[in-house]
T-cell receptor
Framework: SAVISQKPSRDICQRGTSLTIQCQVDSQVTMMFWYRQQPGQSLTLIATANQGSEATYESGFVIDKFPISRPNLTFSTLTVSNMSPEDSSIYLC??????????FGPGTRLTVT | ELKVEQNPLFLSMQEGKNYTIYCNYS?????LYWYRQDPGKSLESLFV???NGAVKQEGRLMASLDTKARLSTLHITAAVHDLSATYFCAVDPRNYQLIWGAGTKLIIKP
């Protein structure tokens, strides 16, 4: 299994600013993903973080709003840019190998005021 | 559009009872996942079902997969309070990018 940590665990940000969320895995993993979860709701995949190339975004999510980096096999960042209150959510990082298991980080709870 | 439907979305039950959560999905999928989420916590992997007819059990939870019917079930046997949580199913139509059900909030009363 993989142990995933995220920083920060929570933040309160002002409208128009940006926040970068870090995701660290304790071992090298093939795949890393970023999800968004509104409190009490399901998860929506934002993008696949590809090592050494641009992230692959799902419909409704764009790179200008959610730039993602993945410099190596254990680390990724998600930036939420030019935030608005609608971006208030929990952001989750997940990681996995081609053994089908996906493990999730503890999440970052973002509130935009 | 791929849809994943769970039912019920909310379930309140007494300890000792049995119940089943259903997960229907609208297209072919290589894998079916079940996760548990406690309030304010992240997701814990319960089961990964890889093929038609797959059945996995852990304690009081048993999951099964029927790919022909595009249906998975999570059966709870003799429920105990500690199983109270929200349970999500998710399918993997491509490259491990999971599509999620809405979740079933399970409350088990002592």
């Amino acid at each position: 299994s993989a142990v995933i940590s995220q920083k920060p665990s929570r933040d309160i940000c002002q409208r128009g600013t940006s926040l970068t969320i870090q995701c660290q895995v304790d071992s090298q993993v093939t795949m890393m993903f970023w999800y968004r979860q509104q409190p009490g709701q399901s998860l929506t995949l934002i993008a696949t973080a590809n090592q050494g190339s641009e992230a692959t975004y799902e419909s409704g999510f764009v790179i200008d709003k959610f730039p993602i980096s993945r410099p190596n096999l254990t680390f990724s960042t998600l930036t939420v840019s030019n935030m608005s209150p609608e971006d208030s959510s929990i952001y989750l990082c997940s990681a996995g190998q081609f053994t089908y298991e996906q493990y999730f980080g503890p999440g970052t709870r973002l509130t935009v005021t | 559009e791929l849809k994943v439907e769970q039912n019920p979305l909310f379930l309140s039950m007494q300890e000792g009872k049995n119940y089943t959560i259903y997960c229907n999905y609208s297209t072919t999928s290589d894998r079916l996942y079940w996760y548990r989420q406690d309030p304010g916590k992240s997701l814990e992997s319960l089961f990964v079902l890889l093929s038609n007819g797959a059945v996995k059990q852990e304690g009081r939870l048993m999951a099964s997969l029927d790919t022909k019917a595009r249906l998975s079930t999570l059966h709870i046997t003799a429920a105990v309070h500690d199983l109270s949580a929200t349970y999500f199913c998710a399918v993997d139509p491509r490259n491990y990018q999971l599509i999620w059900g809405a979740g079933t909030k399970l409350i088990i009363k002592p």
